[in-house]
């Protein structure tokens, strides 16, 4: 079974339920979803089955496939996993069904998820025509201007609210798996640039084309973030296989690359190019300014993939590229990253708390989570790096939960504003108990899943930096207390709902609560039973290691003073 090409089929059969999708009948939209739904059924089982047939003992990589594709620059498709790469294609797997499942009415009539009205007390639902472009909106029998005081810069217009075709926007989740796969999948540098930059497609069409009222900025925003940081890892990966061609014969092949010899100053050049392509992605501070933009207007679907796998390319990039492939650059810059980790996670946080914006503050959290990520992945132990990688898929999972119950929130009221909303678990109390797990998970409660990996990235990072760690530890308490302030202002209290729906609002259906519940499933079970990651991540970490040639820090002894530097 381990001779399938199962990397290879799992990057196509995507791409044949998205061109199925393209072939029925623009009316037959139900049909259209059964199919995404099943496409993405089918996807999940044979991940299964692959990471069934995976063997954590056995080669570093495996389900290897290489076939030259450009011979004269020694370019070849050539794709395998290790471990760090088969849980997070396990995670693409996971979600992509439970995204198709919550987002079954998104495309129906693509609607603008309103902002509050300046001018108004209440922050009403605001509406507009199709292809008005009117800078001023209706709200009950008059007009409110949108227009801001001239002393505060305006906002981006809003985009016109228009509909947008059902199939189109269920086979662009299905092309960004195949293109997800695909970038976890590769081990030719050249390869993964290539889905690298090619993701950004099918998200740049779901956040312009099916996003919120600024959805055209926010997914400008993304792409031209996202291709100064690709020509940057561009013109890296060409620098690379200049050396690799000065040493011997030209390659872009992952593992031939390791070892290289070159300066220093070649190697902190090349490492900055992956680097800052690979910051602006995950998004690290101070490079992460498009994201909030783009979680906050993007689909609640879109949001998901957005966050839970896309932004892990970056910090999968980190362990997999930066460091075995530029070792003396990352020791010397580790500890000025280390710097940015600790930053990110406590501006994160603190913007957390201080926004208005259910999405925007949830996308908030994440940067500071990613914090967290990169922190363990420069911290250089294996405790770290392990909880790193487990951060990453926990991270998918619990954030993933917490956009599409907010989702569902704002499907029911028709605002992002938490002010509009109080005491909803009194009326919709699976919602609210939903909402309340996905919140504890992302806050890292013991018990859940985030915790195990937040606990091993500050473990691993106190053995080395124990004052980065220190710092990182504030954020803990910096979540706690926007989770639970979130929560408590929008599930507890007096009931008080959006203006214009009325004094009900209905509680999570049986579709939204299968679309949620694997994801709370595996955040349980997880947090009380973590092996299963960890038997599978903790060698190909140990390889990583070993790559870069870093060790780590012996047991301190006598006076506790700890290793301050990694050493090769």
Known sequence: ???????????????????????????????????????????????????????????????????????????????????????????????????????????????????????????PVATATAGSGASSVRVGGGTAVLDPPVATPPPPPADPPRRGSVRSFFALLLVLETMMIGVFAATDVFLFYVFFEAMLIPMY???????????????????????FGGLLMLAAVIGLYVVSAGQGEGTFAFEQLVGLEMSTGVEIALFSGFFIAFAIKAPLFPFHTWLPDAGAEAPVGGAVLLVGILDKVGTFGFLRYCLPLFPEASRILGPYVIVLCVIGILYGALLAMGQRDLKRLISYTSISHFG????????????????????????????????L????????????????????????????????????????????????????????TYSRYPVAAVLAAIGVILAALYILLMYQRTMQGPLRLPAGIGDRIPDLRLREVLAVAPLLALMVFLGFYPKPLTDVITPAVDATMLDAGFTDPAPTQGNGAPAAAPTR
């Not at 069409?205 to 291709?227: D, H, T, W």
């Not at 911290?379 to 993933?400: K, R």
């Not at 929130?409 to 109390?429: C, F, Q």
């Open 1 to 123: 079974m381990t001779d399938l090409p199962w990397l290879t089929i799992l990057g196509v059969v995507p791409l044949v339920g998205a061109a199925v999708l393209m072939a029925l009948p623009r009316r037959q939209e139900l049909l259209a979803k059964q199919v995404a739904l099943l496409t993405s059924l089918v996807v999940l089982v044979l991940t299964i089955v692959m990471c069934a047939a995976f063997v954590p003992a056995g080669d570093r990589f495996q389900f290897v496939q290489a076939y030259d594709w450009i011979p004269a620059f020694g370019v070849q498709y050539a794709v395998g996993v290790d471990g760090i790469a088969l849980v997070l294609i396990a995670l693409i797997a996971v979600l992509v069904p439970v995204v198709v499942l919550a987002s079954w009415h998104d495309a129906d009539a693509v609607h603008v998820e309103q902002l509050p009205v300046r001018g108004t007390t209440s922050a």
């Open 205 to 227: 069409f779901i956040i312009g084309s099916y996003g919120g009222p600024r959805r055209s900025y926010a997914a400008v925003k993304f792409l031209l973030y996202s291709l």
């Open 372 to 403: 967290f990520i990169a922190l363990g992945v420069f911290a250089f132990t294996s405790q770290s790096q392990t909880g790193a990688v487990l951060y990453m898929v926990n991270h998918g999972l619990s954030t993933g939960a917490l956009f």
């Open 405 to 460: 119950v907010v989702g569902f929130l704002i499907a029911r009221g028709r605002s992002r504003l938490t002010e509009d909303y109080s005491g909803v678990a009194n009326v919709a109390p699976v919602l609210g108990g939903t909402f309340l797990v996905a919140g504890l998970s992302a806050l890292a409660l013991p018990g859940l899943s985030t915790f195990v990996s937040e606990f091993l990235v500050l473990l691993g």
